[in-house]
């Protein structure tokens, strides 16, 4: 049995960091272990023009603590004003990595985000002939929909036809939740990746709803029924280059999260290497870990893969911080329900 793996630094493809005092508190959690992340825009108000996006990269780097290294590299939240030429000129400069599709109301927020699609047409083409990905969150906001069942839906509505309209649009599929989002993925060679977070591979909808409530475990997509795991746990253990680690860690304080009406979001950006690694050890699948999380997202974006490695060895089980302390209060960190006993060395 393996117990010391070392392979290139790992990037996070899907990573919420905010802003400000938030901001301050959560990057070196990320910074630690990761090289680059892909930075979610759904700040208030969103990050949605190029000059936007250059002030926040700059608040993210003043906000790194000088010991660090980390690569922001940021994305464009797309809206139904949404100008194709700033979005070009964003990419063309080297800023922008990505646009972000939110439907209104699908998720924290996202009441920017677009409801009516034929108003973004011309982003979307223009996207395309650019080679600019789309990322996707996943879900339709139809209250008539049952919200488990959300993400499937939105792969027909929605996702589809975007695609059969805008050909050679490079699409991620964020955080997918479902065998229905493994499937659209594995059923479509070109131009389709899909992220999936680390909280996805361990918990389905029994570990947020049975035995009482458990808001820590709440974030959108909800997680769904265990067979829906198991089909995330079988993508992100299989080697297929179009699944990668996006972890979607999602700071909320303990005082959004534990209340009546509780944010969605789990918070992992501490101990994801931990929680990747116990999952794809118990599946006896190691020699994969490296392409999840280190080679496979460089691949769909297109750029190099970090020359840094990290070293990771298996033993007593990892301690980490139950919570972290920002200045708008404490953060639960995730976890698991069970031991972890790999550590970044
Ligand atoms: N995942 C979540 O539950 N929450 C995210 C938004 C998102 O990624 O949908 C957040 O910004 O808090
Ligand atoms: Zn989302
Ligand atoms: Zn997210």
Redesign the pocket.
Known sequence: MTDSITIRRPDDW?L?LRDGAMLQAVLPETARHFARAII?P?LVPPVVRGDQAAAYRDRIMAALPADMTFEPLMTLYLTEDTDAADVAAAHASGLVKAVKL?PAG?????QSGVRDFDKVRSVLDKMAEIGLPLCV?GEVTDPEIDIFDREAVFIDRVLDPIRKATPGLRVVM??ITTSNGVEYVKAHEADLGATITAHHLIINRNHILVGGIKPHY????VAKREDHRLALVAAATSGDKRYFLGT?S???TDDNKEMACG????FTATNTMSLVAEMFDRESAMDKLEGFVSLNGPSFYGLPVNEETITLTKGEPVEYPTKIETGDGPVTVFEPGFPLHWRVV
């Open positions: 899907h919420h979610m759904n939110y699908a998720t924290t927020n996202s969150h964020e955080h709440y974030c959108l997509p979607d999602a700071p909320h944010c969605a979001g789990c």
